[in-house]
């Protein structure tokens, strides 16, 4: 059996220089032979680590046969962004790791070969799809409401859209850098969906400027998958600085404004020379390595070690080779400067017993404090979602962190409206988001057929 097939990178030192992707896709040869490596088991497990139950191995198998379209046609089955997914799913947690290869040899490189399925498709219009002459609102453009949205299209509901930003996509847009998500590619995925009839609202903020009430009279049913846009932050003194950014501003000034190309866009961004970065998730590498192309010098600081970080194994290796630096068993306790950063002061750390995730619980290191020159200082906790619904609708359960709360079926206490994504998660991965919104779209079709 040949060895797993790599994806082609640019190199390290050439693409900290610059936001173009960092993995290139697999060429035709190179699927091919990935493809060829895959068992074809009669009961295959890694579509059961699919929250979208993608038949990954029908599709691998067409890809083996160079049915190229055929290929991709299969996995738009069930999943309405493949080329998003192929480049920002946890492959290794969820379809990999289920692998039946993956016990003796490297798993099939599933992620990658979606991708390439997606990247080489031919452009085809949506077929003509009946009427039901039922109306669907989703809030939110996002990984869920973009899969509900398609979902019910593909059921013959008419479907609008009501986004708050100027552009659809949601986290996809604005939290995900360009070079592991080109924007293209979002607004390609976007242009499938629109024409399957769905309808884009755009500067269209829930809460705000309609409420919850208005849609619920305006339609038969509606679906809210707003996300967690809203960032967490420190407590720590020093956080008012001048240098201090959440991730969520950070990335989005970057990546949908493009405030890279300032004065050419003219959403300004401040271009740290020393910047630190707080947490280890995926949005922190995507927040180092952004402010790394910006000619910084990055450094991640976690209160746990390179262990226990919940960042994909890929980001971390490709944050690594373009030299962003890690400081673990470190977590801050104050951010220093006169009006601007000037130092952060943290403290030592070392892993106690586990706690509820699993993982060993940072401890606190007593008289073990020191401080670290930097200019800048991103934080990248975690997010809550936003609390302008719950403020504006008394009427709709939400739980301690700003959740919706939702049944088994993703139905919320309101007959007819329903949630998904991290807005009743709090925080997860894409796919997940997506897989929420199908559970609920199949709901939603239940409902509006009684």
């Not at 091919?32 to 979208?52: F, T, Y």
């Not at 969820?94 to 390439?116: M, T, V």
């Not at 991730?247 to 404004?257: K, P, Q, S, W, Y």
Request: net charge positive; charged share 30%.
């Amino acid at each position: 059996m040949q060895d797993r097939i790599d994806m082609p990178e640019i190199d390290p030192e050439k693409r900290k220089k610059n936001f173009k992707e960092v993995n290139k896709g697999l060429t035709k040869e190179l699927a091919i032979r990935e493809a060829e490596r895959c068992l074809h088991c009669k009961n295959p497990q890694c579509e059961k680590g699919c929250p979208v139950n993608v038949p990954i191995k029908d599709f691998i198998f067409l890809i083996k046969q160079e049915k190229f379209q055929e290929a991709i046609e299969n996995i738009k089955q069930k999943n309405f962004l493949p080329g998003i997914c192929g480049r920002v799913c946890p492959q290794e947690q969820q379809c990999e790791k289920f692998c039946i290869l993956g016990i003796k040899q490297e798993p099939i490189a599933i992620g990658h070969l979606e991708r390439f399925a997606a990247d080489n498709e031919k452009k085809r219009e949506a077929s003509e799809l009946k009427d039901k002459n039922k109306k669907v609102a989703v809030v939110g453009s996002g990984p869920a409401g973009l899969t509900c949205a398609a979902e019910l299209a593909k059921k013959g509901y008419v479907v609008v859209v009501y986004e708050a930003l100027h552009k659809a996509g949601g986290v996809l847009s604005y939290g995900i850098p360009e070079f592991r998500l080109p924007k293209n590619i979002v607004e390609k995925e976007v242009d499938y969906i629109k024409s399957l009839g769905v309808k884009f609202r755009y500067n269209s903020l829930i809460g705000n400027l309609f409420s919850l009430e208005e849609l619920r009279d305006e339609f038969d049913a509606v679906f809210i998958g707003t996300g967690a846009g809203v960032p967490r932050f420190l407590d720590i003194p020093g956080e008012d600085l001048i240098g201090v950014y959440s991730a969520n501003e950070f990335l989005t000034r970057v990546n949908l404004m493009k405030a890279y190309l300032f004065p050419k866009y003219e959403t300004p961004v401040r271009k740290g020379k020393k910047v630190v970065v707080i947490g280890g998730g995926n949005v922190a590498m995507d927040a180092a390595r952004s402010a790394l192309r910006l000619g910084g010098d990055v450094t991640i600081m976690y209160r746990r070690t390179k262990k226990e970080l919940p960042a994909r194994i890929e980001e971390v290796k490709h944050a690594k080779e373009e030299g962003i630096n890690f400081k673990f068993l470190a977590s801050p306790v104050e951010i220093i400067g006169d009006k601007k950063v000037e130092k952060i002061k943290y403290i030592r750390m070392r892993l106690g017993e586990q706690d509820e995730s699993g993982r060993r619980r940072p401890v606190k290191i007593k008289d073990s404090e020191a401080t670290m020159d930097c200019d800048e200082v991103i934080v990248a906790i975690g997010q809550i979602p936003n609390p302008v619904l719950e403020r504006k609708t008394e009427e709709l359960d939400f739980g301690r962190w700003g959740q919706i709360i939702v049944d088994e079926n993703n139905q919320t206490n309101i007959p007819g409206v329903f949630a998904g994504g991290d807005i009743i998660s709090g925080s997860a991965t894409v796919i997940k988001a997506m897989g929420d919104a199908k559970v609920a779209a199949e709901a939603i079709d239940q409902y509006l057929k009684r």
